[in-house]
């Protein structure tokens, strides 16, 4: 099995990728760049398993060298499971990379990473929710304090691709729930 961490400069995927590593790190540059990517192995369940932190990208419309690169190694191999990594301050934004790479087919799991940043800033995100929404495993994260690692290893292997009609589907439900709820309907 081949993982990427993906998501927007700065949301701490290089700390992920330290703490599922360990020391078993290889720095490269992508072929025909002086762009850098970090490729390490975990096991899961004894497996071993290929991690790759991916350049930054805040979207798979690149707009610079590290964006090509990174939308191109997720584009040289479709069997790969992708752990989306979204800063919990910011999630409107991470969600837009994460819907694109949905829509492409990958199998998903979102971090939402820096819970205690978005809690500081009186951000409280129902992961469960969330989560019931896209269709794919999301966890709530504090990677540079450990927190959510190993929830976030153990859901793995339940990322699937996801048809985005669905999720349309659960986001008009919740929004008409929402509104039955504000209407005095329950």
Known sequence: MKILLMGHPNVGKSVFFNRLTGA??????????TVDYTKGWMKIEGEDVELIDVPGTFSLDPKDRAEEVAVAMLHESKDVRVISVI???????GLYLAM???????????ALNMRDV????????DAGKLEWILGVP????VAIAGEGIKELVSRIREAKPVDVADITA???STADAAAGTAGGEV
């Open 87 to 93: 800063d919990a301050s910011k999630i409107e934004r």
């Open 118 to 125: 978005a809690e500081d800033k009186n951000i409280v995100i």
């Open 24 to 33: 078993n790190v290889t720095e490269s540059n992508y072929p025909g760049t």
């Open 138 to 141: 999301v966890v709530s994260t």
């Open 100 to 110: 694109e790479i949905l829509e492409e087919g990958y199998p998903l799991v979102i």
């Open 170 to 172: 659960n986001t008009a």
